[in-house]
C-alpha cells in the first residue's frame, strides 16, 4: 500500500506552486500557507539577494521559500534523517545551487554558520521554528533557543524570527537583538527581532 505523501507548495516568486514534500507529522510540523505568508509580506523586498537561515528547518518550506523570491543563499539545519533527506530532495527540485543544507543539531550547527558569515558583506535573516510539541528532552526547547539568540555577535544580521507556540512569554531583548513585532495565528506566533 503506497503512503500518502504530504506536500505543500511555494506560494510566491519564482517557483510559485511547486509542490515540495513534507515529512511525517509525527516528526515535524509544516508552518502554515498564512503564517508563511504573513513572514515573508513583513520581508517584502528586503529579501532580495540576502542569506536565509533556516534553523529547525523539517521540509525547508520556509527557505525554500525565501530561495524563491531572490535570496542570494538559504542555509537550512535539521536534526532528523528521514526528515532532512526529504529536505534534499526539496532542494534539488527547487534550486540546490542555492541551498546548503545541515545534518545536525540547531544549537551546534547555528553558531557555527553564523560565525562563519561573521565578517561577509552581506545581511542575514534568521528563521527559528523549534518543534512546538514538548517531546521528551524538549521541554526547554524554547529557553535554549532564547539563549542561542543572546550568543550571537553578528552585526550582519537583518531580522530574526520566532515560529512559536502562542503561550510561550518570548523575552524583549535578546542579547544584541529587541523584540520589534509579534503577530500571533491562532495557537502559533510570529516574533520578530532586530539588532538592538
Not at 51 to 74: C, H, M, P, Q, Y
Not at 141 to 157: A, H
Request: overall charge neutral.
Amino acid at each position: 500500500m503506497k503512503k500518502n505523501i504530504l506536500t505543500t507548495q511555494i506560494i510566491a516568486g519564482k517557483y510559485k506552486g511547486k509542490k515540495i514534500e513534507l515529512p511525517s507529522l509525527d516528526v515535524t510540523r509544516s508552518s502554515k500557507a498564512r503564517v508563511k505568508e504573513s513572514f515573508f509580506n513583513v520581508l517584502q523586498f528586503d529579501i532580495i539577494d540576502k542569506v536565509f537561515i533556516e534553523a529547525f528547518a523539517g521540509s525547508g518550506s520556509i527557505g525554500l521559500e525565501a530561495v524563491s523570491r531572490d535570496v542570494k543563499k538559504s542555509y537550512f539545519i535539521e536534526l532528523n534523517k528521514s526528515s532532512y533527506n526529504i529536505l534534499v530532495n526539496n532542494c534539488k527540485s527547487i534550486d540546490i545551487n542555492k541551498c546548503q543544507t545541515m545534518l545536525g543539531d540547531t544549537f551546534v550547527q547555528l553558531p557555527s554558520i553564523l560565525n562563519s558569515l561573521k565578517n561577509s558583506s552581506d545581511e542575514l535573516i534568521v528563521y527559528i521554528d523549534p518543534p512546538f510539541d514538548y517531546r521528551d528532552g524538549m521541554e526547554d526547547i524554547y529557553e535554549k533557543s532564547f539563549d542561542l539568540v543572546k550568543e550571537i555577535e553578528n552585526d550582519n544580521i537583518l531580522m530574526i524570527c520566532f515560529e512559536h507556540v502562542s503561550t510561550v512569554e518570548v523575552p524583549d531583548v535578546l542579547g544584541k537583538f529587541e523584540k520589534c513585532k509579534s503577530k500571533k495565528f491562532g495557537k502559533t506566533t510570529l516574533t520578530y527581532f532586530r539588532l538592538a
